[in-house]
């Protein structure tokens, strides 16, 4: 009996120790805060950031200097987009044009001469009739001539250019407000000769991902605000088209009823685009606030909880996807329902890890903050 209690007190010594590690090391464990993910269906609206480009006053000038020779219009008068407002005095790009036009013609001509040449030296080349040496030059002539044609068209296209700048053109349909310049007069490149008017109703540029562009169509209203102004103007899509400033995204063009003095050109704006989600067909997403995403060299990703004992758990890395942002919220690619995702002390714990965990009180996750 005396041995077997002698045995019991040496467990008891040997585990007291042990036992009080394991509640040491349980209470050293790091607080987390986690949710279950639970998809949600999208909000209705989204908003949308771009600018205005507004109809409105251009100042019209040459780009190079010279004498004005012509102005065919005065104040008031209404033009067509593409009419000649006035000319200077450009004789010397003209004659460069008229010059550079002659020499491509002669190239087409000497090309030609050089071509019939090397077909007739090639016809006797394969028969014998004529040395290697003598082919090569008929061809190297050849190709010398097309090569030229190249060139003059080039040099012509770019004489045609100078000589443009000798013409001022609408640049659209509109009024002359005001002429600064008068004929025989001396202007410089950029100085204003006119001031014009165009008939164009302001437009709208929003950028849109690629998530919510098949939900868009030619003539969607669109509700617009700016930043400066809390009046709403309504515009309808006139165009959609993919734009290389940013991959997946597309550039889409709205129209307003008619002209608004206070939208500027340049003015920032935001959209408000109307979804109809069970319509668009669209899914159920799945939101996360932002101190829950992490991100290092390689990709974006979150803790989740697996092995769970109690109130214990290890945490595991997650590989995921952000694809927009909502309000105060990420919208996340990547995870599956009842996924349990950690919200709060992300910051302090690496893989593997065993901690304590604990459901915090609010049940949408987008809504827990650090």
């Not at 467990?11 to 279950?36: D, F, G, H, N, Q």
């Not at 409105?56 to 010279?66: H, I, P, R």
């Amino acid at each position: 009996m005396r041995r077997l209690l002698l045995t019991f007190i040496l467990i008891l010594l040997i585990c007291a120790p042990l036992i009080s590690c394991a509640k040491k090391e349980l209470a050293e464990l790091r607080y987390v805060e986690y949710v279950k993910i639970t998809p949600e269906t999208p909000e209705n609206k989204k908003e949308f950031f771009g600018y205005i480009k507004a109809g409105g006053d251009m100042e019209l000038s040459f780009e190079t200097a010279g004498t004005i020779k012509k102005i065919n219009f005065t104040d008031g008068d209404m033009v067509r987009k593409g009419q000649v407002i006035a000319e200077i005095d450009n004789k010397i790009f003209e004659l460069e044009e008229s010059e550079n036009r002659s020499a491509l013609a002669d190239a087409y001509v000497q090309y030609e001469n050089a071509k019939s040449y090397y077909e007739r030296i090639d016809k006797l080349h394969r028969v014998g009739g004529i040395s290697d040496n003598d082919w090569d030059k008929a061809k190297t002539e050849m190709q010398s001539r097309e090569h030229r044609i190249q060139i003059s068209k080039e040099q012509l296209e770019a004489s045609r250019k100078r000589a443009s700048y000798g013409k001022l053109y609408a640049p659209d349909n509109g009024i002359i407000l005001k002429k600064l310049k008068e004929e025989n007069q001396y202007t410089d490149p950029g100085q204003t000769v006119v001031i014009f008017q165009d008939n164009r109703k302001s437009e709208a540029k929003i950028f849109v991902s690629e998530r919510y562009i098949n939900s868009l169509y030619k003539g969607k209203t669109v509700e617009i605000k700016t930043d400066d102004n809390f009046s709403v103007h309504t515009a309808k899509i006139k165009s959609i088209t993919k734009t290389s400033i940013e991959e997946g995204a597309y550039r889409v063009t709205l129209i307003f009823d008619k002209k608004y003095p206070e939208l500027k050109d340049g003015m920032a704006i935001r959209a408000l685009v109307e979804f109809n989600p069970e319509k668009d067909g669209s899914e159920k997403i799945i939101k996360l606030p932002p101190h829950a995403v992490l991100e290092d060299e390689n990709s974006s990703y979150v803790w989740l909880l697996a092995d769970i004992k109690e109130d214990t758990a290890k945490v595991r890395r997650k590989d995921i996807k952000a694809v927009d942002i909502v309000d105060d919220s990420v919208i996340i690619e990547g995870l599956r329902r009842n996924d349990l995702v950690v919200v709060r002390g992300v910051n302090e714990i690496m893989n593997g890890q065993r901690v304590k965990i604990k459901t915090p009180e609010t049940k949408n996750p987008a809504n827990t903050d650090e």
